[in-house]
Each structure stands twice: as C-alpha cells, then as structure tokens.
C-alpha cells in the first residue's frame, strides 16, 4: 500500500491548509493510500541544531528526540508528501521552515542507505494559502522550498499558492481551488 504524509503548518484548528488537509486526506485514503496527517500546532518539533550528527547515521536519524526525530524514518518509507502552509508576512511559517530545516538529516549525497537516492521519484507537494499574497511574490517562496526537497532527493515538487483566504476555513466555498486541489492530489496519486 502506497503511504503517503499530510503535514500542516497552520496554528488554526480550523483553518484553510486544514480544511484542505482534511480534502486531501480523505481523497488520497479513497484513492487507496495509508494516509498520516501531522498537524504541526500539536506535534513538538524543535528547531535544527546543525549539529550534523544525522550525517554519521546510515540511516535517516536526527539526535533531537522530538516528534520529528521520530517521523524521519516514516517519511523516509513514505511515497509522498504534502505541506500545507499559510504565508505569514510574505514567506511559510516559521513551523514550516522549521521543518523543512530539519529534513536536513535527509541530505547524505554519499550515504547508500540515507540518503537522497531513496526519494528519486517520489512526489512532493508545497501548498500555500494567503490573504493578497501576489502570485509571483508566493512562486518565488515556494520554489525556494522545492528548490530545497530536490536537493534532499524530492525530484519531483509541484506547488499551488492560493490567496484571497483571509477567513478561516474560506476555501471550502470556492469550487475553483477545490477542483485545483484535487487536480494536485491526481497528480500525487498517479
Ligand atoms: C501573522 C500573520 C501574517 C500574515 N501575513 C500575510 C502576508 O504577508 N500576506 C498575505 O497575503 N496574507 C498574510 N496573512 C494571511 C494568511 O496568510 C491567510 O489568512 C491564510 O489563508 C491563513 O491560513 P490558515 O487559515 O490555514 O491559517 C497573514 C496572517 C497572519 C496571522
């Protein structure tokens, strides 16, 4: 069974990446995958030492017992990602960069075992929600952090940035973003 890992760096309960969290976790369980979702609010996830202890691992490890730490080998095993994040003063959140400085443990170029060769061709996905976030403005933040997965071995990134989303939960009334977010889980699950 195809796994795949829903992550949230929303703080809102209710809010759009979770009303879109919850869209995608349900289509991709339909479309027959093992779905885990990791709302960030609740999960403990500590910022990178740069201690560089992962690189004298073989396999994905990180010496911060965190939830994180413990997710590592989960997503390594995983098919697929998914982050879901607001855009707070123009970037992603800070849970979300937090995150993805700690897949860092995941950059082992020479390492047969951790390493960026176990995710060549699996997919990943970076969704933003916004207020009035300019298009080009949220392309520019969100290739950074697909720029950033390539080189942690995610080959292959897409994004979908969408704005005007000011009221929690908001996404749920436009059939347009809904349809542009289940073309993004066709696309996962192809
Ligand atoms: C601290 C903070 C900073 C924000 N900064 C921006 C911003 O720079 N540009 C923008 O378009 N929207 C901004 N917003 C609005 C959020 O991006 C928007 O409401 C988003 O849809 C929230 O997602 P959520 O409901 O999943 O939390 C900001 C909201 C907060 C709380």
């Not at 093992?34 to 403990?44: E, G, H, L, S």
């Not at 560089?52 to 997503?75: F, I, T, Y």
């Not at 047969?112 to 176990?118: G, H, K, R, S, Y």
Request: overall charge negative; hydrophobic content about 40%.
């Amino acid at each position: 069974m195809s796994k795949a890992i829903i992550f949230n760096a929303s703080p809102r309960p209710k809010g759009n990446c979770a009303a879109i969290a919850s869209r995608m976790e349900e289509e991709l369980a339909e479309k027959g995958f093992d779905v885990r979702r990791v709302d960030f609010r609740t999960a403990t996830i500590g910022y990178c030492k740069g201690c560089d202890a992962c690189k004298r691992h073989d396999e994905p490890w990180c010496v911060q017992k965190d939830d994180m730490g413990a997710l590592l080998p989960e997503l390594d095993a995983a098919d697929c990602f998914v982050m879901l994040t607001p855009i707070y003063w123009g970037d992603i959140t800070a849970q979300a960069k937090t995150f993805v400085d700690r897949l860092y443990a995941f950059f082992a170029p020479a390492k047969e075992n951790m390493t960026v060769a176990t995710k060549f061709g699996k997919k990943v996905a970076v969704v933003t929600t916004s207020g009035s976030m300019p298009e080009e403005a949220v392309a520019e933040k969100t290739q950074a952090v697909i720029n950033s997965l390539g080189i942690a071995g995610y080959t292959e990134g897409r994004s979908l940035s969408l704005n005007q989303l000011n009221v929690p939960g908001a996404v749920n009334d436009s059939e347009e973003y809904l349809a542009e977010v289940d073309e993004l889980v066709g696309w996962l699950s192809e």
